[in-house]
């Protein structure tokens, strides 16, 4: 089974709207952590935001908030006031804690419009 | 203090032939890990290394091997290259267990 599912190949959104990619994950280690890199066409992996398993509170980081649905197992990446900076591939990962590796998903590819 | 860096950043090889992808981690970072993404597709995880001993490696052949070095640093081997090995290469450190820093990746083309 596949530990981490990004069911969205393709987003658009307008310049300035907020934005939602989805991410489902699959573990049975009670402990692990939730991630989201952009990556641009540099191929550069830039963190963006972190959640814990354990973390009671959804992570913020800037325009970026992670709404996380621990019962649902999914952990969503939402982009405010979205910029033209922000087109890029966005991928969820995970790592468990005892594991040693980032399970990464497919991704989604971002596009913001002017 | 510095980042994860990545050479070469481009590379073209002939199916056959060996290569060696170089990381130069950051400041600080005892593990490295190494990540191939073929074209479309999110990174896999090749292997990692702790303090110079491989301590986890994904479902990759045994012509992918590496190396990390006393100063931290690691290089990929991939020997045999096959036209599958065509992919972004990312090498990742950190110095706990979720805190990870990516490099910018080799693109490596065999052909």
């Known amino acids: 089974a596949q530990k981490i599912t990004q069911t969205q190949p393709g987003m658009f959104v307008q310049e300035k709207e907020a934005v939602t990619l989805d991410c489902t994950y699959d573990?049975?280690?009670?402990?692990?952590?939730l991630f989201w890199y952009k990556q641009p066409s540099s191929g550069e992996m830039i963190f963006l935001i972190y959640?814990?398993?354990?973390?009671?509170q959804n992570a913020t980081e800037g325009r970026y908030s992670l709404n996380f649905q621990k019962a649902r197992k999914s952990a969503n990446l939402v982009i405010s006031a979205s910029q033209l900076g922000d087109s890029a591939m966005y991928f969820c990962?995970?790592?468990?804690?005892?594991?040693?590796?980032?399970?990464f998903g497919t991704g989604t590819s971002l596009t913001v419009i002017p | 203090e510095t980042g994860v860096t990545q050479s070469p950043t481009h590379l073209i090889k002939t199916r056959g032939q060996q290569v060696t992808l170089r990381c130069s981690s950051q400041?600080?970072?005892?593990?490295v890990s190494w990540y191939q993404q073929a074209l479309g597709q999110g990174p896999q995880f090749i292997f990692q290394?702790?303090?110079?001993?491989?301590?986890g490696r994904g479902n990759f052949p045994p012509r992918f091997s590496g190396l990390q070095f006393p100063n931290y640093s690691s290089e990929l081997n991939v020997n045999a290259l096959e036209l599958d090995d065509s992919a972004l290469y990312l090498c990742?450190?950190?110095?706990?267990?979720?805190?990870?820093?990516f490099g910018s990746g080799t693109r490596l083309t065999v052909v």
């Open positions: 990742a450190s950190s110095s706990d267990r979720f805190g990870y820093t």
């Open positions: 573990t049975s280690d009670p402990s692990y952590g």
């Open positions: 959640q814990g398993s354990y973390d009671q």
């Open positions: 990962a995970m790592r468990e804690f005892t594991g040693n590796q980032f399970y």
């Open positions: 400041s600080g970072h005892n593990t």
């Open positions: 290394y702790y303090r110079e001993e491989e301590n």
